[in-house]
Structure formats: structure tokens, C-alpha cells
């Protein structure tokens, strides 16, 4: 195939399929410069006419066409065999496009510029094959073959009167154009949302003094804290890792730490789980406690040691009992 970016229309494919409309396009062009008379019978033409349109011709043929034609130098030969070779299109187009023409409706198409496109397309193919379409009979086919559920919009197209179809095709595609832009409109915000805010730069607040804030560059601390941030915050400004493994190990000793003060024994009242300084036993438990601890210091049992050991454990729940009886005696 020809370089397309380089010419001025579709080149010639060697099948013939687009020669019906290669033929006008051709016939426009050479008319423009002015060498349309090279390809009609009798003409006169100067050599440098003929040439140039030679030139023109085969730059629009496909590749293959010209090594056929490469040895004709007048245009009207070229012109000739063209037409020999692939005039017969008409009788191969013309069934195809009476068939189209019959098929055609207008509410098969979802948008009103290809159904645009395609009646042009077979009215040109019909013009081509010597049976020409009227702008009537155009319009006629447009109105016959609305949807049934816009049979009113169709008697209103109608009774406008419209006698070109270029016409109804503007009037039908600038309310389509205006429906396309209120669906978006709709979609892009249904009906009772609120509009999305702008963001604007100046709409941003800066933390207050005290929250940990990062500074610009230049001397001084890069962050500020706040007291209240001294829990997830270590002395030195930096959140503390769980990952860390100077963390891990804090975490580690504050568990033993508390670990540790739950096996605490308080001294007053014997009980575990807290210290002396923190202990609400009564004062008269833990001044029992103290004397029975004394009384029986000389008088305790050896089935009472632990084996292997020297030492004595004792609770208060071990002299509730002395408590009671000291109690019902002194009533």
C-alpha cells in the first residue's frame, strides 16, 4: 500500500472495494489543480499537464496497481483502464446497497451521528449504481423508523417540514448533545448531595504549640512535645519501637518489676500482693499479727517447715483464729 500520511485521500485498493468513492475524490482533486481536462476524451492538454496528472494518479493507486500501469504515460489511458477494470463494482455494489437501504431503521442506532454516517454512506454507494436517493425519500425513512415509544417526538419532527435532511439530522442530534451533558451533570452529583468542598491551602490549621510539630531546617530541636505525650514518648522526643530492642528490654523490666511487687509480702499484715506503705488491713489485724507473730516465734510447730528449709511462712488468715477467741472471750 501507498504511504497514507502522504496523500490526499485513500489510495486505490487493488480489490476495488473503495473505487466508488475514490472515483469523486480523484475527479475533485484534479479539478483543483487545474488538470481535470487530462482525463476527457479530445483533450489538449500540454505535456506537463499530462505528467503531473500521471504523477497524481499513480501516487493514489496501490502499490501493486502501478507496476501494472507504469509504462502509460497519458492520463486518459490510465483513466480508462481504471474504469474497465473496476467499473463492474457497480453491479457487485448495487444488490449489497439496495439491501442495506431496506434494513435500515433509525432506532437501531444509539447515537444520531451514525445513523447520519450511515445513510450518507449508502444514499452515496445507491447515487454511484444510477439509483440515486432524494432528500425525501431520506427524511421519509428517518420518520418511518422511530421506536414506537417516541411517536410523539416523530410527529413533532414532522410537522416541522423539514426539506433537506442535513436539516432533521442538526434538530435531532442538538437535543441528544444537550440529554448526554444533563445525565452527566446528574451522575457527577445526583439530586440532594452537597457539592465537594474546594481544597484551598489556606484552609489548613497548624498544630498548636505544645503538639509535636516538625520545624523547617535550620538549628533548633526538630520536634516540640507536649507533657501529656510523655506516655508514647520517650525523653528524647522519639516514639518509642516495640521493635527496639532497648525498648524490648524496658518493657521487659518494668513486666518483672511488676511481676515482682505482686509477690511482695506486707510486714503489717502478712498478706501478698502489696507493700506495707499501701496497706489497709485494720490496725487491730495487724497489731494481732505482730503479737501472734512473737507468741508463736518460740512455739512453733516442725511439721510447719518446709523440708530442707529453715524458714517459716505465715498469713493472717492463720490467726483469724486466735482473733476469734481473743474476741468471744473479751465479750
Known amino acids: 500500500m501507498a504511504n497514507i500520511d502522504k496523500l490526499q485521500f485513500p489510495a486505490l485498493e487493488i480489490t476495488g472495494a473503495n473505487y466508488t468513492a475514490w472515483i469523486p475524490n480523484m ?25 503531473k496528472a500521471v504523477i497524481f494518479l499513480r501516487k493514489h493507486l496501490d502499490e501493486n496497481l502501478t507496476h501494472d500501469y507504469a509504462r502509460i504515460r497519458d492520463p486518459l489511458d490510465i483513466w480508462k483502464a481504471l474504469k474497465e477494470r473496476f467499473d463492474n463494482q457497480k453491479k457487485i455494489t448495487l444488490p449489497h446497497a439496495l439491501d442495506e437501504w431496506a434494513n435500515l431503521r433509525f432506532q437501531d442506532f444509539q447515537k444520531v451521528k451514525t445513523y447520519n454516517s450511515a445513510i450518507l454512506r449508502i444514499g452515496a454507494q445507491l447515487e454511484y449504481c444510477g439509483k440515486p436517493v432524494t432528500e425525501a425519500k431520506m427524511l421519509e425513512k428517518t420518520y418511518q423508523t422511530f421506536h414506537k415509544n417516541h411517536y410523539v417526538l416523530q410527529e413533532q419532527y414532522k410537522n416541522h417540514e423539514y426539506t433537506r435532511f442535513s436539516e432533521l439530522a442538526m434538530a435531532l442530534m442538538i437535543p441528544e448533545k444537550n440529554n448526554e451533558l444533563l445525565i452527566k451533570n446528574h451522575n457527577t452529583r445526583p439530586t440532594g448531595t452537597k457539592a465537594f468542598s474546594k481544597v484551598n491551602a489556606k484552609d489548613v490549621k497548624i498544630p498548636e504549640r505544645g503538639n509535636y510539630s516538625y520545624r523547617g531546617r535550620g538549628r533548633g530541636r526538630g520536634h516540640q512535645f507536649n507533657r501529656g505525650d510523655e506516655k508514647s514518648y520517650n ?27 505482686n509477690e511482695n509480702v506486707c510486714y503489717r499484715c502478712g498478706s501478698k500482693g502489696h507493700s506495707s506503705q499501701v496497706c489497709r488491713t ?33 498469713e493472717s488468715s492463720d490467726f483469724m483464729g486466735d482473733f476469734n477467741e481473743t474476741t468471744h472471750q473479751d465479750n
Open 282 to 314: 485494720p490496725q487491730h489485724l495487724c497489731k494481732l499479727y505482730q503479737e501472734t507473730i512473737k507468741g508463736k516465734a518460740k512455739k512453733v510447730n516442725l511439721n510447719e517447715h518446709f523440708e530442707g528449709t529453715t524458714s517459716t511462712y505465715l
Open 235 to 261: 525523653p528524647r522526643g522519639r516514639r518509642s519501637n516495640p521493635w527496639n530492642r532497648s525498648d524490648r528490654k524496658k518493657g521487659k523490666e518494668a513486666q518483672e518489676n511488676l511481676t515482682r511487687k
Open 27 to 51: 475527479e475533485f482533486h484534479l479539478d483543483s489543480e487545474k488538470i481535470l481536462d487530462t482525463i476527457k476524451e479530445g483533450n489538449e492538454s500540454a505535456s506537463h499537464e499530462k505528467a
